[in-house]
Structures are given as C-alpha cells and as structure tokens.
Nanobody, 115 residues
Framework: QVVLVESGGGLVQAGGSLRLSCVAS????????MGWYRQAPGKQREFLTD???????IYADSIKGRFTISRDNAKNTVYLQMNSLKPEDTAVYYC?????????WGQGTQVTVSS
C-alpha cells in the first residue's frame, strides 16, 4: 500500500505562483512514477505531468512552460511548481503514483486562482 499526502494548495491571484508537494509513504519501493492530475468542477480529471524514478518527465500541453514537476527521492516527495497561474487553473489537484500495475491517489488539494 502506498499513501500519498498533498499540500500547498490555496488561493492566489492570476499571474501568481504556488508550489504543491506530495509525500509518499508505505510501500514506496513499488513506485515507478509519480505525477499530478487536476479536476475542475463539472469536468473530468485531467492529466498534467509525470516524472519517473530516473527523472524523465512528460507534460500536458495546457501547462507546458508554466508548471514544472520535480522529485526528491530521498524525501519520497514530488513537487509541482506552478507559475503564471490563470483562473482556468482552478481545480482540485491530485497526486498520483504508479507501480506494479497499480495506481494510487492522494486526497487532493484545492487551488483557486482569482482574476
């Protein structure tokens, strides 16, 4: 079992920045990659970005150039640095971990961007 706990969400003005953190605990040896998704009200959960144990990353077009994922393996933590935030970035942001064909999710953290 892998437990993911996100933090760092909040209210920010358009153009501002936030950094989300996700700490993994439990059977972390099972994890191959970690990433972030988000879900806005009335919309489906959307993939944002992913990083493997070796540091390979992939980004959705909607966030390229504005968001950066990073990972501290020693702290079992993945970060999402979000810059140039827009009102349409408002959503619940979820941490995700994949390993051994299983997917794990955090409880989510709310990000609200005011115009």
């Amino acid at each position: 079992q892998v437990v993911l706990v996100e933090s760092g969400g909040g209210l920010v003005q358009a153009g501002g920045s936030l950094r989300l953190s996700c700490v993994a605990s439990g059977s972390i040896f099972r994890i191959d990659s970690m990433g972030w998704y988000r879900q806005a009200p009335g919309k489906q959960r959307e993939f944002l970005t992913d990083i493997t144990t070796y540091g390979s990353t992939i980004y959705a077009d909607s966030i390229k150039g504005r968001f950066t994922i990073s990972r501290d393996n020693a702290k079992n933590t993945v970060y999402l640095q979000m810059n140039s935030l827009k009102p349409e970035d408002t959503a619940v942001y979820y941490c995700n971990a994949i390993g051994e064909s299983l997917a794990y999710w955090g409880q989510g953290t709310q990000v609200t961007v005011s115009s």
